[in-house]
């Protein structure tokens, strides 16, 4: 079974300063890669993914996340945190429908990012 | 816009009082989910569909059912609520996640909508 891990809870940062979220994945074949942010109130946006290719993606935001297979890690990195960067941030992992469960993506348990200015 | 819309937004309910939140896509997508969101859990799969008149179990199916009697349509339906079905509730679809073709395997969120019942 697929299983996703966000080892930090909570994360907080200055405004400037970069950043790096964590994510471990569990998965037996070559996983599709997602992370989506949740501002307050509000529904699930896409960062970016990873279905195959050039290993470093770039997202929307300034956001960018580099898959490591030997590590089994997924992680979203952004230069220079503004301070709308505030969010709750999830890593999740499918497979693409080549298995039972179509687009079916398990979710880890996010990281709440705190800007402090 | 392309997009998916959930109703409610936000529902308080008692015990038992059956309800229904509905979800709609205008993007024309075969295959649609439900997730429920809670606190350091992430969110977890309840139903899916990967067309109409097909839907599935997901992780979390007790207490809730779905139907997909037209493409566009999926609704959540709570028979019979209970308190632990309070949670954020988020509906999603994609296109058919076995085609080969681009954003075939990215799901487009709902705004959610947040279930208090009591």
């Known amino acids: 079974a697929q299983s996703v891990t966000q080892p930090d809870i909570h994360i907080t940062v200055s405004e400037g300063a970069s950043l790096e979220l964590r994510c471990n994945y569990s998965y037996g074949a070559t996983p599709y890669l997602f992370w989506y942010v949740q501002s307050p109130g509000q529904g699930l946006q896409l960062l970016l993914k990873?279905?195959?290719?050039?290993?470093l993606v770039q997202g929307i935001k300034g956001f960018e996340a580099e898959f490591k297979r030997s590590q089994s890690s997924f992680n979203l990195r952004k230069p220079s945190v503004h301070w709308s960067d505030a969010a709750e941030y999830f890593c999740a992992v499918g497979a693409g429908g080549l298995t039972g469960g179509g687009n079916k993506l398990t979710f880890g348990t996010g990281t709440q990012l705190k800007v402090e200015l | 816009e392309a997009q998916v819309t959930q109703n409610p937004r936000y529902l308080i309910t008692v015990t038992g009082k059956k309800l229904t939140v509905t979800c709609s896509q205008n993007?024309?997508?075969?295959?649609m989910s439900w997730y429920r969101q809670d606190p350091g859990l992430g969110l977890r799969q309840i139903y899916y569909?990967?067309?109409?008149?097909?839907?599935d179990k997901g992780d979390v199916p007790e207490g809730y059912k779905v139907s997909r009697k037209e493409k566009r349509n999926f609704p959540l339906i709570l028979e019979s609520p209970s308190p632990n079905q309070t949670s954020l509730y988020f509906c999603?679809?994609?296109?058919?996640?076995?085609?080969?073709?681009?954003?075939?395997?990215?799901?487009?969120f709902g705004a959610g909508s947040r279930l208090t019942v009591l």
């Open positions: 569909s990967m067309n109409v008149e097909v839907t």
């Open positions: 990873y279905f195959s290719g050039d290993t």
């Open positions: 999603a679809s994609s296109p058919n996640p076995y085609r080969q073709e681009l954003g075939a395997n990215v799901l487009t």
């Open positions: 993007m024309n997508h075969e295959y």
